[in-house]
């Protein structure tokens, strides 16, 4: 009959416990150096858009990432989208006022919008 290792006793020991193979971390990125280039690319590609309308397009995005993160029970994420709400308010403000100090006439809707 061929020995195996169910036939051995118990307590036998065959040698030192074998160690998990080492992780390189040299082969790794750095995450944050991932989100930088995924915000530089994210920046050439919205130049073309105001920053309020930036803003309306990613405060759900912010909303749902606060809410993970603060917890369902948090008025966190709440505050946190009424901020961004209005930062997009005032920068529409801002952005057709000047628009009308500079000569350019305003459509029917854009006046109706800032009144």
Do not use: H
Not at 69 to 76: A, E, M, P
Request: proline share 9%; hydrophobic share 45%; aromatic share 6%.
């Amino acid at each position: 009959m061929i020995p195996s290792a169910w036939d051995e006793p118990a307590g036998s020991d065959n040698g030192p416990p074998l160690k998990p193979a080492p992780v390189l971390l040299e082969n790794r990125e750095n995450p944050r150096s991932k989100i930088a280039a995924f915000i530089a690319r994210l920046v050439k590609t919205c130049s073309r858009f105001s920053p309020d309308e930036i803003i309306a397009i990613f405060r759900p995005v912010v909303y749902m990432w606060s809410l993970i993160k603060s917890g369902v029970n948090s008025y966190r994420p709440i505050i946190i989208s009424l901020l961004l709400d209005l930062a997009q308010l005032i920068i529409g403000i801002v952005r057709l006022r000047r628009s009308g100090e500079e000569g350019k006439s305003l459509s029917v809707v854009e006046k109706n919008e800032i009144a």
